[in-house]
Nanobody, 115 residues
Framework: QVQLVESGGGLVQAGGSLRLSCTAS????????MGWYRQAPGAQRELVAS???????NYADSVKGRFTISGDNIKPTVYLQMNSLKPEDTAVYYC?????????WGQGTQVTVSS
């Protein structure tokens, strides 16, 4: 069974940076999209950023210009570089990898931005 393992979360001051990583325990065939979602307390899970198999990226308006997603379909691994962090970025961040057969999710990693 494929597992997605996330790392890189933590506590940072506003204006700081963090880099999230997500690695699958085994190769996943037929990947279409890899992405990061987040869920703040009392809020719905929302898409932060995604990257397609072809390398096209998409970002939530709230993170454009501050966050950068990158990934490797072969390993597979997906990263989220987060700069100029704000307190409103505080949430649990989840890695997601979509294939033609299944939708995989990580366990989540906490990101806390202090003001």
């Amino acid at each position: 069974q494929v597992q997605l393992v996330e790392s890189g979360g933590g506590l940072v001051q506003a204006g700081g940076s963090l880099r999230l990583s997500c690695t699958a325990s085994q190769r996943i065939f037929g990947i279409s999209v890899m992405g990061w979602y987040r869920q703040a307390p009392g809020a719905q899970r929302e898409l932060v950023a995604s990257i397609t198999r072809g390398g096209s990226t998409n970002y939530a308006d709230s993170v454009k210009g501050r966050f950068t997603i990158s990934g490797d379909n072969i390993k597979p691994t997906v990263y989220l570089q987060m700069n100029s962090l704000k307190p409103e970025d505080t949430a649990v961040y989840y890695c997601n990898i979509q294939s033609y057969a299944y939708d995989f999710w990580g366990q989540g990693t906490q990101v806390t931005v202090s003001s």
